[in-house]
């Protein structure tokens, strides 16, 4: 058994959380240049360039890539082999409350969905626990931006509705969203399971770095097939036209019930935010 | 080519924006989202003063992050306008004549914007770090209380807009599209 202080989590946790906000990862900024050289729409281009010019200005000065600095999702994959000294959970809160206000970061968090009242400090942070083998904790921060969550949506499909039902089921939500998510987004989709466990899939598909594909051939060429027909809609960087609707898209998925075939589209702007730590 | 655009923003001037428009604003603009909306159609409703003049006003839909010590404001890029789909026709009613967000407007909203003479622009969503180097100052002015949502006054400098709906009801969301997809057509 190892032992690991709340305090340490802390630490990492205030940190991910400025360094999610003010730096895209590599993967996802080569992503955007390459779209940016694939562009034939001079305004699409002209969008793009702007994008690569406000990620270089945070970089530069480090401040935050976007204001919608986001809810602080937590993904902490638990080693079953650690103890920790004091309450992770508390840690995890206490991690976001001083990586926020410490990096300038926006309170973006309301302590009630109908009363609306701002906690102050955008706790709490919607933790995602996870048990694994060793004596390790592995911290994930994916600020998430409320623009392109509000486009996200939910589906029970049927069986018989099959592969051609979950294509046309995210080309209908890409669709919907229009330009109102910030295109170029890129786009989580979580298949099986449980009703929230493929809400659960689409928002993880989002923390795979841009150049990866699923490990599992199918669902890689799903992937690419889906990201060129939704470049194919023409909606483009913004919404004003051009072939850059979309980055990537990403797919999880897992076993689920002989009655039903569950789809999550989660959708995230380019500003796919994600900084990870091990301890 | 950019039009230059000086505030207060008439409906003259709106009226000969055409969607499209690439425009760059100096000027004194107001910020208000979601709380900030909710409240100032409130007093609208009740015939009450608002905290500042409606008239010839430009409005952007925006929650800045906390300015660090030595900048004007943190990042400030544009929210999704749709959330303030139900109080901006009130607002346009009394003179706005300009708002700066992102995304689709009901058609309410565009058929106030032909009524009166209004616009809305777009700011590129995901841009806050870029788009705060054109504010050159800010201050709240209402609502202290809503933090990133209290209302402010921000003063630009060839702040970088595109014309997405204009007073005529034309739509770049539908235009480029389709300008776009023709650009390919045949080609594949």
Do not use: W
């Not at chain 1, 102050?120 to 600020?143: C, R, S």
């Not at chain 2, 504010?135 to 202290?144: D, L, M, R, S």
């Amino acid at each position: 058994m190892r032992n690991i202080q709340a305090t340490q989590v802390t630490d990492v946790v205030r940190r991910l959380c400025i360094e999610a906000n003010c730096h895209l990862t590599d993967d996802l900024k080569n992503c955007i240049s390459a779209c940016r050289a694939c562009e034939t729409f001079p305004v699409a281009q002209g969008i793009l360039d702007q994008i690569i010019e406000n990620y270089q200005i945070a970089d530069t000065n480090n401040v935050p890539v976007c204001q919608d600095t986001g809810m602080a999702c937590v993904f902490v994959d638990v080693g079953q082999d650690v103890h920790v000294e004091g309450s992770l959970e508390d840690a995890i809160h206490e991690g976001v409350k001083q990586g926020y206000a410490e990096g300038y970061l926006r309170k973006s968090v309301v302590r009630d969905p109908l009363d609306r009242v701002n906690t102050g400090d955008n706790t709490p942070a919607m933790i995602y626990y996870n048990l694994v083998p060793g004596d390790q904790i592995k911290i994930t921060v994916a600020p998430k931006g409320f623009g392109s969550e509000n486009m996200s949506q939910i589906k029970m499909l049927k069986p018989s509705d099959g592969l051609q039902g979950v294509k046309d089921f995210v080309l209908k939500v890409v669709e919907e969203a229009g330009p109102n998510p910030c295109p170029p987004i890129v786009v989580g989709v979580g298949i099986g399971g449980t009703f929230d466990k493929a809400a659960y899939l689409a928002k993880k598909a989002l923390l795979r770095p841009v150049d990866s594909h699923h490990e599992e051939p199918f669902y890689a060429d799903l992937e690419d097939e889906l990201l060129e027909k939704i470049n194919a809609l023409g909606i483009g960087p913004q919404g004003f036209g051009g072939r850059t609707t979309a980055l990537k898209v990403n797919i999880e998925k897992m076993p689920t019930h002989i009655a039903g075939l569950p789809v999550a589209v989660n959708i995230n702007c380019h500003v796919t935010r994600h900084q990870s730590e091990v301890i | 080519m950019n039009k230059k655009i000086q505030t207060p923003f008439t409906r003259e001037d709106a009226r000969s924006l055409k969607a499209g428009d690439t425009c760059l604003i100096t000027g004194v603009i107001y910020t208000a989202r979601d709380a900030a909306h909710k409240r100032l159609c409130e007093l609208v409703a009740q015939g009450r003063e608002l905290p500042m003049d409606m008239r010839n006003a430009i409005i952007y839909f925006v929650g800045p992050t906390p300015a660090k010590p030595g900048q004007a404001i943190g990042s400030a890029g544009p929210t999704t306008s749709y959330r303030m789909d139900a109080y901006s026709p009130a607002l346009i009613a009394i003179g706005q004549t300009g708002m700066i967000g992102k995304g689709k407007r009901n058609a309410e909203v565009i058929a106030a914007m032909k009524e009166y003479g209004a616009v809305y622009f777009g700011a590129t969503g995901g841009c806050g770090a870029l788009l705060s180097k054109c504010i050159k100052k800010a201050e709240i002015v209402a609502y202290e209380d809503l933090g990133a949502e209290a209302i402010r006054r921000l003063e630009v400098e060839d702040f970088p807009v595109t014309v997405i709906i204009d007073s005529e009801g034309n739509n770049l969301y539908e235009t480029g599209r389709e300008a776009y997809l023709q650009s390919v057509q045949g080609e594949a």
